[in-house]
């Protein structure tokens, strides 16, 4: 039998393992299970801080595995990826989040993706971030949202979402453990990657698409579309940025990847197709900095003595609109 459970401690507590143990023995004895000390294994799920009521208390969530083996918490997710042989091609336009596991997904499939991706790989595309700051030269195919990894690829990869309920978010932070991501983002209650990590963790993934069968075809910018006389989508006009050439793509089926900067994707889908495009609403967004010292004094009620930097989280709704924080960095 598998069960989860909570258990609330004080800080201190944290690290005395027999404390934990019996814990979580008795939160079991709670829940009107009586488990064998011999033969229950707890895995540690997840930790939070509570710091209401003006005391700091900890929220440790494990799996309790009663007469079970434990399922590999690095593992146990993942999917079984196939090599792809060739007989089933899908072109993927865009190397951003959507495009990679899009790929990721298809080799569960066999199926080989070709990723079209107009900007340039990680290592080109720092130095020509590099450039809007030190030249302001910016170009329009490699910079912060247009390039391998996608928009968010240099900043610090936070993981978290509210969406909890969309899909299996365990499978994806394993997906990301196995290409070379800190196992800590499997526990963590706000999991990051973290700048300096990112690109390495989005080249592994580029690594193992390319050796399952996948392509990547780097500063070739999609250009227009092939169409048979039913107007179904066969494959991809595209040029590349660097010298100007163009070519064709065919494949069984093209997803696009583009993400939300690239408006020239919508101009061309508006040309052959418009009622495919409708609007949507989006969000804006804000930056607010604080001193560490102000929101840590705040959230710990001025206990903040071997505590890690506090974060904090705020919804709420002003003149008819919601208003939230989308992500923090503690500290
Ligand atoms: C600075 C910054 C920080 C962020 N930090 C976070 C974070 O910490 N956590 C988080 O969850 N989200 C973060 N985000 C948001 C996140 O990056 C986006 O939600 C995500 O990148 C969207 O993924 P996507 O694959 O749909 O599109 P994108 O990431 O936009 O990828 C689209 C790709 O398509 C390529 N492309 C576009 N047009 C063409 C074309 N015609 N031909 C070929 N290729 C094309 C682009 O070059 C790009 O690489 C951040 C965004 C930014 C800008």
């Known amino acids: 039998m598998i069960k989860e459970i909570t258990i609330t ?11 934990l143990e019996t814990a979580c023995f008795k939160e079991l004895k709670k829940n009107g299970i009586s488990a064998d000390r011999n033969d229950t294994v707890f895995v540690f799920v997840k930790k939070s801080i509570d710091a209401r009521h003006g005391q700091l208390k900890l929220h440790l969530r494990y799996k309790a595995y009663i007469g079970e083996t434990p399922a590999d918490a690095r593992t146990s997710e993942l999917p079984v990826w196939k090599k792809a042989d060739g007989s089933r091609k899908i072109i993927i336009i865009g190397a951003g989040p959507a495009g990679l596991f899009g790929a990721l997904t298809l080799l569960e499939y066999g199926i080989t993706p070709i990723i079209i991706e107009r900007g340039d790989e990680t290592s080109g595309r720092r130095k020509d971030i590099a450039k809007i700051s030190t030249a302001g030269i910016v170009n329009p195919d490699s910079n912060y949202c247009f390039g391998e990894g996608g928009a968010g690829t240099f900043s610090d990869g936070k993981l978290y979402t509210r969406s909890n309920k969309r899909g299996n978010i365990t499978r994806i932070l394993q997906i990301f453990t ?22 390495t963790v989005i080249n592994a993934m580029k690594e193992f698409i390319i050796e399952m069968g996948g392509e990547f075809h780097f500063h070739t910018k999609c250009i227009g579309f092939l169409l048979d006389g039913t107007k179904k989508v066969t494959g991809i006009t595209a040029k590349n940025v660097i010298t100007g050439e163009q070519s064709e793509f065919k494949a069984d089926s093209v997803i696009l990847a583009t993400g939300h900067s690239a408006s020239d ?19 804006i967004g804000v930056r607010v900095e604080h001193p560490r010292k102000l929101i840590d004094s705040i959230q710990y009620h001025g206990k903040t003595e071997g505590m890690s930097a506090a974060e904090y989280r705020l919804t709420t709704q002003a003149e008819g609109r919601g208003v939230y924080s989308f992500c923090m960095c503690p500290g």
């Open 9 to 19: 401690v004080l800080p201190e507590d944290e690290k005395n393992k027999a404390f």
């Open 265 to 283: 994707i919508y101009t061309l889908i508006a040309g052959i197709c418009p009622e495919a495009l409708e609007a949507k609403t989006f969000a």
């Open 178 to 199: 196995k290409f070379g991501a800190n196992p800590d983002i499997l526990t963590d209650a706000h999991p990051h990657i973290g700048t300096e990590k990112l690109p």
